[in-house]
């Protein structure tokens, strides 16, 4: 692949998803700088990777490689933290619920001024829970998607889901 080719194959399949690429970077690591790393080490490693075939589903391929490349990144960068989880029957019965849509212009208020609150708490979940939740919620990947992405069964994948889900109604449900 020459030198136009790459940049071409960059500009159609790793450009247009920066944005998501840098969601993802930044709710895993915890911070814009750390985000904007792992976002050029990944750019780096989707450039070299383009010419090895041909890439189906962009988005999911792109945020793949971030989502590597943020776990290479926190693997040489930090502490390895230990993750308990409470009562499983009791997380997945509280993700079974469904959270309404605001329906007037004071509900949205009241949801805009938690969505800091609801930050903190994304931020605050395990890595395995939160980028499931990010995957999903924020970037709007579908189930197999993540499963890809992530390299578990897509039962898995809902499992954290809602599992991190619980988590956050848990955090949330308490204020």
């Known amino acids: 692949m020459n030198d136009e080719q790459a940049r071409r194959g960059f500009a159609e399949v790793v450009l247009p998803h920066l944005d998501d690429a840098y969601g993802l970077a930044r709710w895993l690591t915890g911070n814009q700088t750390d985000a904007e790393d792992v976002v050029q080490e990944a750019c780096i490693r989707a450039l070299a990777a383009l010419g090895a075939g041909v890439v189906e589903r962009p988005r999911a391929w792109v945020l793949t490689i971030v989502r590597n490349t943020a776990f290479t990144w926190l693997a040489k960068n930090r502490p390895k933290t230990v993750m308990l989880t409470a009562d499983e029957q009791f997380l997945e019965a ?3 619920k469904e959270t309404r849509a605001p329906a007037n212009p004071e509900d949205e208020l009241i949801a ?3 969505q800091a609150e609801l930050d ?10 939160r980028e499931v939740v990010v995957m999903r919620d924020i970037n709007g990947l579908s189930y197999r998607e993540i499963a890809e992405a992530v390299g578990a069964p897509v039962g898995t994948v809902m499992s954290r889901l809602a599992r991190a889900r619980a988590q956050l109604i848990d955090r949330l449900g308490s204020r």
Do not use: D, M, N
């Open 120 to 129: 903190a708490a994304i931020e605050a979940l395990p890595h395995l829970f």
């Open 112 to 114: 805009s001024a938690g």
């Open 94 to 96: 509280a993700a079974a």
